[in-house]
């Protein structure tokens, strides 16, 4: 997807580029390219990256693989919480967050029902 997304914006480009009135020279046109193609190339890696946020937003967040930015997104999640997570992994069950006093029943409250612990 990522690929059919920069070559469509490439073929915008190029189509833009020959409706000018001025001449550029293939030099121009190449540095123009690379230029737009590069940017093309951070935008599509945002999008998908969006996509793919979009596609998990409603599954709930596996406390044994979440990145601690990804953990970090829960509700009321600290940095500090966060590492705790990690340091403190695997879990049997997303429970084992408070019986094993990584984060208080409060927190825990808060985020629940927005994770998992697969095994």
Known sequence: MVKLIAAFA???LLLAAGCTSQKSSPDEVREKTAQAT???K???K???DGVKEGWNR???LDVNNAS???LQSLPGMSAEGAERIIESRPYGSASELV???VISQQEYDKIKDQI???N
């Open 58 to 60: 409603n599954q709930p």
């Open 10 to 12: 490439v073929s915008l």
């Open 38 to 40: 590069s940017e093309m």
């Open 68 to 70: 601690k930015e990804q």
């Open 116 to 118: 998992t612990a697969k």
């Open 42 to 44: 951070q935008d599509a």
């Open 99 to 101: 019986s094993r006093r």
């Open 46 to 48: 945002a999008l998908a």
